[in-house]
């Protein structure tokens, strides 16, 4: 059983910063890609920020230049450094990782339980 617990989440002014970890516990071999989603009240889950385990990192649109994905594969944890937050980040952010629990099992998509970032006007 893999269990991912993500914290950090909290209130902060519009253009102020968080920085959010999220790690992974469990029976875990390896863990591939490892990302951050977030779900806005009435809209779809969306993609943050991903980031491989050799480092590439891609990145949404909205938040290229005002967000850092990190991890430190020793530790199964990975980051989201955020600053110059907008209203419009508000959501729940939710930490996804592609995770091996055997050398010869496929990966299996781990998510954890989502922490409240909201940032006030």
């Known amino acids: 059983q893999v269990q991912l617990v993500e914290s950090g989440g909290g209130l902060v002014q519009a253009g102020g910063s968080l920085r959010l970890s999220c790690a992974a516990s469990g029976s875990i071999f390896s863990i591939n890609a490892m990302g951050w989603y977030r779900q806005a009240p009435g809209k779809q889950r969306e993609l943050v920020a991903a980031?491989?385990?050799?480092?590439?990192?891609n990145y949404a649109d909205s938040v290229k230049g005002r967000f850092t994905i990190s991890r430190d594969n020793a530790k199964n944890t990975v980051y989201l450094q955020m600053n110059s937050l907008k209203p419009e980040d508000t959501a729940v952010y939710y930490c996804?990782?592609?995770?091996?629990?055997?050398?010869?099992?496929?990966?299996?998509?781990?998510w954890g339980q989502g922490t409240l970032v909201t940032v006030s006007s």
């Open positions: 980031i491989t385990s050799g480092g590439s990192t």
């Open positions: 996804n990782g592609e995770v091996t629990t055997t050398p010869q099992s496929s990966a299996l998509d781990a």
